[in-house]
T-cell receptor
Framework: ETGVTQTPRHLVMGMTNKKSLKCEQHLGHNAMYWYKQSAKKPLELMFVYSLEERVENNSVPSRFSPECPNSSHLFLHLHTLQPEDSALYLC???????????????FGPGTRLTVT | GQQVMQIPQYQHVQEGEDFTTYCNSSTTLSNIQWYKQRPGGHPVFLIQLVKSGEVKKQKRLTFQFGEAKKNSSLHITATQTTDVGTYFCAGPEEYGNKLVFGAGTILRVKS
């Protein structure tokens, strides 16, 4: 499946580093999402973008900063992260974000992030 | 807030045995979606159910949506090792832009 791609696939960063995660969708969708998946925890929605506008910020700390320059690309900028931020970060897209989850979501392979 | 609960959390079955996971929402859902995540992989959309009492089949997988549209189940007949993974149900938030996921059921199949 290559509908949603994410880079890098693995990332190790120190707590003082700044890095960015990239997501690209080739499905013609107009909504994109960032999720965090930690071991033994449910999928946690972080951000929702619909038509390039952020429509949901799920009480995410400011050390995570999303950017959606167009409907095909989504970034997650990271700075001064904590070890507990280590997780799998998943990007997803769907047909329409304005109707709140009424369309199925397509996930990318994720970025496995380790904060040391 | 809206909650989606899944049971069981884990299930180990012998290859060839059946498996069922149950999903319950605290609110009525407009639809229920099911996803599968293989070990080391990412969630993959399986199916969406919309109508009250709806039943859909995909080969050995049978999905049901409850009459009250608050619960759902996924039943796998004669499990195979390829069925291993975590099965998530998810429903739209009643007011908002979220898809609320259950915690998932981890299926392990012993051959």
């Amino acid at each position: 499946e290559t509908g949603v791609t994410q880079t890098p696939r693995h990332l190790v960063m120190g707590m003082t580093n700044k890095k960015s995660l990239k997501c690209e969708q080739h499905l013609g969708h107009n909504a994109m999402y960032w999720y965090k998946q930690s071991a033994k925890k449910p999928l946690e929605l972080m951000f929702v973008y619909s038509l390039e506008e952020r429509v949901e910020n799920n009480s995410v700390p400011s050390r995570f900063s999303p950017e959606c320059p167009n409907s095909s690309h989504l970034f997650l900028h990271l700075h001064t992260l904590q070890p507990e931020d280590s997780a799998l970060y998943l990007c997803a897209s769907s047909q329409d974000g304005s109707s709140g989850g009424h369309y199925e979501q397509y996930f990318g392979p994720g970025t496995r992030l380790t904060v040391t | 807030g809206q909650q989606v609960m899944q049971i069981p959390q884990y299930q180990h079955v012998q290859e060839g045995e059946d498996f069922t996971t149950y999903c319950n929402s605290s609110t009525t859902l407009s639809n229920i979606q099911w996803y599968k995540q293989r070990p080391g992989g990412h969630p993959v959309f399986l199916i969406q159910l919309v109508k009250s009492g709806e039943v859909k089949k995909q080969k050995r997988l049978t999905f049901q949506f409850g009459e009250a549209k608050k619960n759902s189940s996924l039943h796998i007949t004669a499990t195979q090792t390829t069925d291993v993974g975590t099965y998530f149900c998810a429903g739209p938030e009643e007011y908002g832009n979220k898809l609320v996921f259950g915690a998932g059921t981890i299926l392990r199949v012993k051959s």
